[in-house]
């Protein structure tokens, strides 16, 4: 194994390839074109005879779906006594397009990609989508388990604080607005009263949901109040949701 | 092996949950208590000293993304020369709430859901609730492959028909209106001409984006013009998107 490898290592065209991923992953890819196909943007998409579009989309869609399931594992095991809410909420911080973003620019991947105009490959998301299709080539290259591997103790670990994603403050407002939208109910936060004068101005704000109340909280800024609100609000939704 | 597994059903008082989970996905249970709260419903929560909420809630978001990975791979491999759209809309078909719902009916899951009361037992998503639950449970339990394994040879092979699913059209139109929402883009149809007179008249819709016309098509009917449209604006927008 060992010798078959420095083998393709030394003698290989692909050798710039194998060492890249050697030195970011720590391990040896097994069928290098996986890799390759993984960093082709589809600014450089080839098409075969057959209409068939050859670039990193259906390996991002694969890459995609195997993070979600590794960071829900990850997750899961880690904080055994928190709920599903938490760990939703941490595993969008981590999943999220701008993080993917930010994490294949420090793991070096960016400088690999391969695009067939400046455009491509200055496209904001091209780092996340290539670090995904690379994490789907790793997958149908060496299976779940060694993926799992690779992406909780080389990357996760190493490069993500979970601390630091923990003390993230989750947007409840734009939550609640997305699901009234999905959901084409009505959602709007009004202030419905102001309690003091002057430095010691309250704002009470109201959640009104398919213009029923069903929240409200006080604080000396509206934008304060609303973000109380709408967190309480959040949870009222929640529950209800999942009973429907 | 065999031996233990049948001193675990024959003695077991969960002698009941063992046999169902062997003939409805032929394998016993490991540690099948991992499986019992797969099926305990959120409106039949106990709470724990440490406030910790015992439900199955926890494995449902665990079940949800190992679906997702595997029906993903599962797509990946059966259709090699299909874009990844086409993967996108395939899997919404397969792991849509109504489609999981349904599947654990037919599997016979939803007779041994234990909730809190009839609100509970009756609630619409307690089904695929369960189902992914329960999948999350089988992968703590068993490991990727065996999950991966059960769910496409006993689930998706024997309960779903992907030449079915193939041919339910997707609706472009409440994509793009979904889209629309989430961007904060207005995004409309609107009829912008009619072409000839009774039994022949036709329609031509375009779609707006940001009121500016990105597709048009043809039909002798508002809705079937609409629909064309729909179909190649969601593509273009597609395309757009993935180049920002």
Same mark, same amino acid.
């Given at each position: ?15 710039? &390839? ?6 970011? !992953? $720590?391990?040896?890819? %097994? ?9 082709? /943007? ?8 057959? %209409? ?8 991002? !869609? =694969? %890459? ?8 829900? +594992? !990850? ?9 599903? %809410? ?12 701008? #993080?993917?973003?930010?994490?294949? =620019?420090? =793991?070096? =991947? ?6 067939? @105009?400046?455009?491509?490959? @200055?496209?904001?998301?091209? $780092? $996340?989508?290539? !670090?995904?299709?690379?994490? $789907? ?11 799992? /591997? ?8 190493? /490069? ?15 939550? &609640? ?5 999905? @959901? ?32 409200? #909280? ?9 973000? &109380? #609100?709408?967190?309480?609000?959040? /949870?009222?939704?929640?529950?209800? +949701?999942?009973?429907?």
């Amino acid at each position: 194994m060992f010798l078959r490898n420095t083998y393709k290592v030394l003698f290989s065209k692909n050798k710039k &390839i194998y060492k890249s991923i050697k030195n970011i !992953f $720590g391990f040896y890819p %097994g069928n290098v074109f996986l890799y390759k196909l993984a960093l082709r /943007h589809k600014s450089a998409t080839r098409k075969k005879l057959n %209409g068939v579009k050859v670039n990193n989309e259906r390996l991002e !869609f =694969l %890459g995609d779906a195997l993070i979600g399931a590794i960071v829900a +594992d !990850f997750l899961f095991r880690k904080y055994p006594f928190e709920s599903e %809410g938490f760990l939703t909420d941490m595993r969008s911080k981590i999943v999220s397009r701008s #993080a993917l973003n930010k994490l294949s =620019l420090k =793991l070096g =991947l960016n400088s690999h990609i391969v695009a067939g @105009n400046e455009q491509g490959k @200055n496209a904001r998301s091209a $780092g $996340g989508d290539a !670090f995904e299709a690379f994490i $789907g080539a790793l997958y149908l290259d060496k299976g779940y388990n060694f993926t799992k /591997h690779i992406l909780v103790n080389r990357i996760i670990k190493l /490069h993500l604080d979970m601390e630091v994603l923990e003390s993230i403050e989750v947007n409840y407002k734009s939550k &609640i607005v997305e699901w009234s939208q999905k @959901n084409k109910i009505t959602a709007s936060f009004d202030v419905i009263d102001e309690i003091g004068k002057k430095f010691q101005k309250q704002y009470e704000v109201g959640v009104f949901v398919d213009g029923k109340e069903i929240a409200r #909280a006080r604080d000396y800024s509206i934008r304060g109040a609303e973000k &109380i #609100a709408a967190e309480k609000a959040w /949870h009222i939704l929640s529950e209800n +949701d999942d009973e429907n």
